[in-house]
């Protein structure tokens, strides 16, 4: 039995470690350092300005009939 163990040992695969450099990746638009997520949702929309303001963005795409 001891044979058969070592003989599976020397026949398993194994992946190498290998550590790659890795880049910091770099965001478009918001710039997450000075964005202030609470500021910018007091100056947005109420349920109800959202809404008003999407339907009058609706009608005003030009759909075809």
Known sequence: ???EKK??????????SVDYETSKIKFKGIDRATFNFDE??????TPEEFKAEMFK???AYPWKK
């Open 1 to 3: 039995m001891d044979a």
């Open 7 to 16: 003989k599976s040992e020397k026949t398993k695969a194994e992946e190498p």
């Open 40 to 45: 910018e949702v007091k100056k947005g929309y």
């Open 57 to 59: 963005r609706i009608k």
